[in-house]
Every structure is written in C-alpha cells, then in structure tokens.
C-alpha cells in the first residue's frame, strides 16, 4: 500500500518516533496527540479494517496498548488514566484506513472528550436487548 502511511512507516520510508517493535506490531508516537504520550499501536501487515485483520495480530495488539498503559503509569508523563480506542469505519471517524490503536494517557481536565448521541442514558428493555443480541449471535462466525 504505497499510499498508506503506516505502510511506509513500516517499510522505513516515512518517519516515526517508534516506542515498541515485534514480528506483528509497531507502537510510536502520534503526531498529533491528544495529551502527551499518546501511542498509536499498528499491525505490520496492512488491514484496512478490523473484519481484515487476524484475531491472534488483533489480540496481541491489545496485549502491547496493556504493555504501553503501563509503562505511561510509571513514566514522568502526566498521567491519570487512559483510554484505548479503535475507531474502525468512516462514520467511527476512522481517517487512516490501515488499523490502528489509540493509546491515549488522560487526566482531568485535559480537554478530551467522547460526545454521545441524544439516546445515551435511556435504558433500552429487556426483549428489544434480547432482540439484537439474537442477531449478534447468529452472525457470529
């Protein structure tokens, strides 16, 4: 994927401030951070989407963010939580379509913030619940 920055941040031909390196994954610095400290985790082979990417890159993905989190906790960054996050899609507000997780240190009132939609709060009944949990299970591969 030559169009793909993190496809050339791999091959060694953009650059990057790289924090962690396996056989599966590299860990680096976003360039434009939400706080400092925050880590963008990416498989080494492309994956667009999640549906692409394998489950054991995908699991070991988030075994590293835990390995990150932790090594933020300990460090002289500011530090009071984090958040993971992966947005996966356009309308997830994905914006480069190789995957790619968000470790992001947080602490209070650093500004960031996760807006919900108007139905955020109003509790959903029980058969609608079951409803859509029947339909998650039957796609279920």
Do not use: W
């Amino acid at each position: 994927m030559e169009d793909c920055v993190f496809c050339r941040i791999i091959k060694g031909i953009a650059p990057a401030s790289v924090v962690y390196t396996d056989e599966k994954v590299v860990a680096l610095m976003d360039i434009q951070p939400v706080n400092p400290g925050h880590v963008l985790i990416i498989p080494k082979a492309h994956a667009a989407q999640l549906s692409e990417l394998d489950e054991e890159t995908g699991a070991h993905m988030f075994r590293i963010a835990m390995r990150i989190a932790e090594a933020l906790r300990r460090s002289s960054i500011r530090y009071e939580g984090v958040n993971l996050f992966l947005a996966d899609g356009e309308a997830a507000f994905q914006e480069v379509f190789h995957v790619h997780l968000h470790v992001i240190p947080r602490f209070r009132g650093d500004g960031f913030e996760i807006k919900v939609g108007p139905h955020y709060g109003l509790k959903t009944d029980r058969e609608t619940l079951d409803k859509i949990a029947e339909k998650i299970r039957k796609a279920t591969l």
